[in-house]
């Protein structure tokens, strides 16, 4: 986050270009380094094609409208706050949906963790906001246009957490389905990761003069050292850099998925999440407010909780 913050510092357009790299990074990296893997394209896959179609047609649409949203005057601050509900929304789909119960600590841990995270996302914002001297979207010259575009906005990441949630619960249900003692989660997830991500670069192909605006942008940047005569710019170096984080975190979460419930990696995400705000404020010299010492008590109190609740090393049972 603090890398891809840094790139947005340097050319604020620059989502898409990092959303393909990254794409384009952990494709190559499953394709080329793990060669031993059983569901390369043209292998035999271990979920059927249908399975394949409806989770990485998930993926798509949430990587697709997490890009689209900042079209319609969505803030930064206020796109984090928004997405720290994610964990009530994983509880709110795996409950009506999916047939999923919780225990009463576990939904106490849960609104716990949501309400610390939406106050260091407030703290941020007002921290930012306090600085520059815009209002609200619908305070400008075309008011009730800005505010009809803000609403327009504030729906489609409502989506966005939604299709979320879906997608972990259908990634466990699909785990439970097809793992066995010949095939592991680790390898069904090691699929997903890879289908999942070459679908979602496939719309990327129109977005090519988007990219090359943006990376000329990044080329002109100043150069950060010389390689073999050649001046790396800082602005090229942090996208790499920003693609060999991204890999590892998007790793992580697929492994994570494999091993735990939907909520718990939710949870574990917004605790990480959360460790990213305090790591980028301290990076950035932001102030530290006291909704930012709410939020650490908030989160980690949460997190706290919901570790002592065991339920066979899972959360949620299925109705």
């Known amino acids: 986050m603090i890398l891809m913050e840094y790139v947005l510092k340097l050319d604020k357009g620059a989502g898409n270009l990092l959303t393909v790299t990254e794409l384009g990074f952990v494709t190559a990296q499953q394709l080329l380094l793990k060669r031993d893997m059983p569901n390369k394209i043209g292998n035999k896959r271990l979920l059927p094609w249908r399975h394949h179609a409806l989770h990485a047609g998930l993926w798509l649409s949430m990587t697709i409208l997490v ?36 225990t009463k600590a576990e939904i106490f841990a849960t609104y716990m963790i949501t309400l610390g995270i939406f106050l260091g996302s407030i703290g941020d914002m007002k921290t930012i906001t306090s600085n520059c001297c815009t209002g609200p979207p619908w305070e400008s010259a075309n008011g009730e246009a800005a505010a009809t575009r803000w609403s327009i906005g504030i729906g489609i990441l409502t989506a ?29 997830a090691d699929e997903f990761m890879l289908y999942s991500h070459i679908a979602a670069l496939l719309p990327m192909a ?46 992580g979460v697929f492994a994570l998925s494999a091993s735990c ?28 407010t006291w909704m930012h010492s709410m939020a650490l008590v908030l989160v980690f109190g949460g997190v706290g909780l919901y570790a002592s609740v065991k339920r066979d090393g899972r959360s949620g049972i299925e109705k």
């Open 67 to 102: 890009n689209v949203v900042f079209d319609f005057n969505i803030a930064v601050p206020i796109h984090t706050l928004f997405r720290s509900c994610n964990i009530v929304s994983s509880v709110v789909v795996g409950y009506y949906f999916f047939n999923t119960l919780y």
């Open 261 to 288: 419930s939907p909520l718990t990696v939710n949870i574990t995400l917004s605790a990480r999440k959360f460790l990213t705000v305090m790591v980028s404020i301290y990076w950035f010299s932001n102030p530290w």
């Open 206 to 251: 129109f977005l090519s003069s988007n990219l090359k605006e943006h990376w000329d942008i990044l080329v002109a940047t100043t150069p950060a050292f010389t390689l073999f005569n050649i001046q790396i710019p800082i602005g090229i170096l942090m996208v790499l850099l920003n693609n060999i984080t991204q890999s590892v975190c998007i790793s």
């Open 160 to 188: 966005v957490l939604f299709i979320q949630a879906f997608l972990g619960h259908i990634q466990d249900r699909y785990y439970r389905m097809y793992s066995s003692s010949t095939v592991s989660r680790k390898a069904l």
